[in-house]
T-cell receptor, first 115, second 116 residues
Framework: AQKITQTQPGMFVQEKEAVTLDCTYD???????LFWYKQPSSGEMIFLIY??????QNATEGRYSLNFQKARKSANLVISASQLGDSAMYFC????????????FGRGTSLIVHP | DAGVIQSPRHEVTEMGQEVTLRCKPI?????LFWYRQTMMRGLELLIY????????DSGMPEDRFSAKMPNASFSTLKIQPSEPRDSAVYFC??????????????FGEGSRLTVL
């Protein structure tokens, strides 16, 4: 079974609009960490945001926020006020003690921001 | 502060040749990961070191692949002999534990390997 599921292979958004990228996860651990990464066309993997399973508040980092719904096991990334430079692949990942903290990545979602 | 440093950035070689990829993790980080990324298979974990000790190498494709971490500031991934299907981008990443859990990974810029 997949640990991390990203169901949207591709997403399109108009510049300045908000966009939500979906991520669901599967774990039986109580303590775990969720992460989002951005991979632009240049290829590097850039860490965006982290959510701990015990964090009561949704994580935010500038225009990025993580909509964490623990009961539904979802950790969606919300990008507000999209910019052309946000066009990239976005990967959701998880680290859990049951998996020896080995990071598990989803297959990614391609986001294209239109002017 | 310097990030994760990988070399070479690009490598083109012929089938059968030995390839060595190098990685310098962020100083103070205690975990190091080697990943391979292809269009077909996405991001695959090859091997994971914690405090310089290999913890999980189940992702290493076969005996042609080997990885070492002789000290906290250096790791290598070697492919011998290389084959065209090894063509991919190889990422090294390092991390430090967070309170209550494991920390985020910081990735190098990757080594793009092409085996002809």
């Amino acid at each position: 079974a997949q640990k991390i599921t990203q169901t949207q292979p591709g997403m399109f958004v108009q510049e300045k609009e908000a966009v939500t990228l979906d991520c669901t996860y599967d774990t039986s651990d109580q303590s775990y960490g969720l992460f989002w990464y951005k991979q632009p066309s240049s290829g590097e993997m850039i860490f965006l945001i982290y959510q701990g399973s015990y964090d009561e508040q949704n994580a935010t980092e500038g225009r990025y926020s993580l909509n964490f719904q623990k009961a539904r096991k979802s950790a969606n990334l919300v990008i507000s006020a999209s910019q052309l430079g946000d066009s990239a692949m976005y990967f959701c990942a998880m680290r859990e003690p049951g998996g020896s903290y080995i990071p598990t990545f989803g297959r990614g979602t391609s986001l294209i921001v239109h002017p | 502060d310097a990030g994760v440093i990988q070399s070479p950035r690009h490598e083109v070689t012929e089938m059968g040749q030995e390839v060595t990829l190098r990685c310098k993790p962020i100083s103070g980080h205690n975990s190091l990961f080697w990943y391979r990324q292809t269009m077909m298979r996405g991001l695959e974990l090859l091997i994971y070191f914690n405090n310089n000790v290999p913890i999980d190498d189940s992702g290493m494709p076969e005996d042609r692949f080997s990885a070492k971490m002789p000290n906290a500031s250096f790791s290598t991934l070697k492919i011998q002999p290389s084959e065209p299907r090894d063509s991919a981008v190889y990422f090294c990443a390092s991390s430090l534990g967070r309170v209550g859990g494991a920390g985020e990974l910081f990735f190098g810029e990757g080594s793009r390997l092409t085996v002809l």
